[in-house]
């Protein structure tokens, strides 16, 4: 075997259509695009288009809405909590609360709130002033001898 008798799988190879190169390639003149129009112009793109028949997004039912009234509470498990006071992130004999809590890196931003959840293992005794939790959050942290202050109404969360 020599590198001059190296050659491709017959069929495996195709070569490039040269359009616009004189009339008698087949493909001259107006290079396969039919005659003048949008469609035979560069950077034209009449996607969703169907011919005047109804398109696909508009066959098919809308569901659902983002309600603009939504509240969007930074979330935070106490699984989560509990990792930061061992790595003594947060400091256990003040009360934490939600500029603590984004001052030590564990919430990025307040946004609406801070939301406490009862994700995790936790077995800290410590105050938490935020805006709201879970009523297994709460119960969580009081089992512990701790305080869980919510500035909304549990009934709410």
Not at 105 to 124: N, S, T
Not at 133 to 157: C, D, F, H, R, Y
């Given at each position: 075997?020599?590198?001059?008798?190296?050659?491709?799988?017959?069929?495996?190879t195709k070569k490039r259509k040269r359009v616009g190169r004189g009339p008698g390639?087949?493909?001259?003149?107006?290079?396969?695009?039919?005659?003048?129009?949008?469609?035979?112009?560069?950077?034209?793109a009449i996607n969703g288009y169907e011919g005047g028949q109804m398109p696909l997004?508009?066959?098919?039912?809308?569901?659902?809405?983002?309600?603009?009234?939504?509240?969007?509470?930074?979330?935070?498990?106490?699984?989560?909590?509990?990792?930061?006071?061992?790595?003594?992130?947060?400091?256990?004999?003040?009360?934490?609360?939600?500029?603590?809590?984004?001052?030590?890196?564990?919430?990025?931003?307040?946004?609406?709130?801070?939301?406490?959840?009862?994700?995790?293992?936790?077995?800290?005794?410590?105050?938490?002033?935020?805006?709201?939790?879970?009523?297994?959050?709460?119960?969580?942290?009081?089992?512990?001898?701790?305080?869980?202050?919510?500035?909304?109404?549990?009934?709410?969360e």
């Amino acid at each position: 075997m020599k590198l001059h008798e190296l050659h491709d799988n017959p069929g495996a190879t195709k070569k490039r259509k040269r359009v616009g190169r004189g009339p008698g390639s087949g493909t001259g003149k107006m290079a396969g695009r039919g005659i003048k129009g949008q469609k035979s112009r560069s950077g034209v793109a009449i996607n969703g288009y169907e011919g005047g028949q109804m398109p696909l997004y508009m066959r098919l039912p809308k569901r659902g809405f983002n309600n603009i009234n939504a509240k969007r509470h930074a979330v935070v498990n106490l699984g989560l909590l509990q990792k930061f006071i061992d790595a003594k992130k947060l400091d256990i004999k003040k009360p934490i609360t939600e500029e603590a809590l984004v001052a030590s890196g564990l919430v990025r931003r307040v946004r609406d709130g801070v939301r406490i959840l009862a994700k995790g293992e936790f077995k800290a005794k410590v105050t938490i002033e935020v805006t709201g939790a879970s009523k297994s959050a709460i119960a969580a942290v009081e089992a512990l001898g701790g305080t869980l202050t919510t500035s909304s109404s549990p009934a709410a969360e």
